[in-house]
C-alpha cells in the first residue's frame, strides 16, 4: 500500500467548517497523483510524453466521521483490481488517532490519446500498479 497524508484546509471545508462532500473526491485525487508520481506515471509524464490517459469512469466515497478544518489525516492506496485496460484504486482514510473517517474507491481506464479508445494497460504501469495490490481477501 501507498501512504499519503494532508491535512484538511479551510477550502476543503463548508460554512460549518467540515469537509465539504466533494471534496473528500479531491484529496483522494491527490493520493491518486502521489502515486502516480511515485512510479514514474505523473500527470507531467502522461500529458507531455505518453500516448495514454488514465480517465477515472467510476468513483465512489464514504463518509464515516466528520473532518475539521486543520485535522491530519492519512490516506493509503491499494490497487484493488488490475484488468486489461483497466484497474481499480481503494483508499483508507484516517485521522491521526489511526481511527477511520472515509473510504473510497476509483476505476480508472487506459484510452490513447488520439482514438480516445480503450487500450491494453501499458506494461510498465502494470507492473508499478502490482506492487501496491493488495492480496485478495486482505485489507
Known amino acids: ?6 491535512e484538511i484546509h479551510l477550502h476543503d471545508t463548508d460554512a460549518a467548517g467540515v469537509i465539504f ?6 484529496i483522494i ?3 491518486y497523483e502521489a502515486l502516480l508520481e511515485k512510479f ?5 509524464f502522461m500529458l507531455k510524453k505518453s500516448p495514454y490517459f488514465l480517465p477515472i469512469v467510476h ?21 484493488e483490481h488490475i484488468g486489461t485496460t483497466s484497474f481499480a ?11 477511520l473517517v472515509g473510504t473510497g474507491r476509483t476505476v480508472h481506464v487506459t484510452t490513447h490519446k488520439k482514438t480516445g479508445k ?16 493488495r492480496p485478495f481477501g486482505h485489507g
Open 40 to 44: 514514474g506515471w505523473g500527470f507531467a
Open 118 to 133: 480503450k487500450t491494453p494497460l501499458p506494461a510498465s504501469l502494470r507492473r508499478a500498479l502490482e506492487k501496491y495490490s
Open 29 to 31: 485525487h491527490d493520493a
Open 59 to 79: 468513483a465512489e466515497c464514504d463518509y464515516k466521521q466528520r473532518l475539521f478544518v486543520g485535522d491530519k489525516i492519512a490516506l493509503t492506496v491499494a490497487v
Open 21 to 26: 462532500f466533494a471534496n473528500q473526491f479531491k
Open 89 to 99: 484504486l481503494i483508499y483508507t482514510i484516517k485521522n491521526s488517532r489511526k481511527k
Open 1 to 6: 500500500m501507498f501512504t499519503y497524508k494532508t
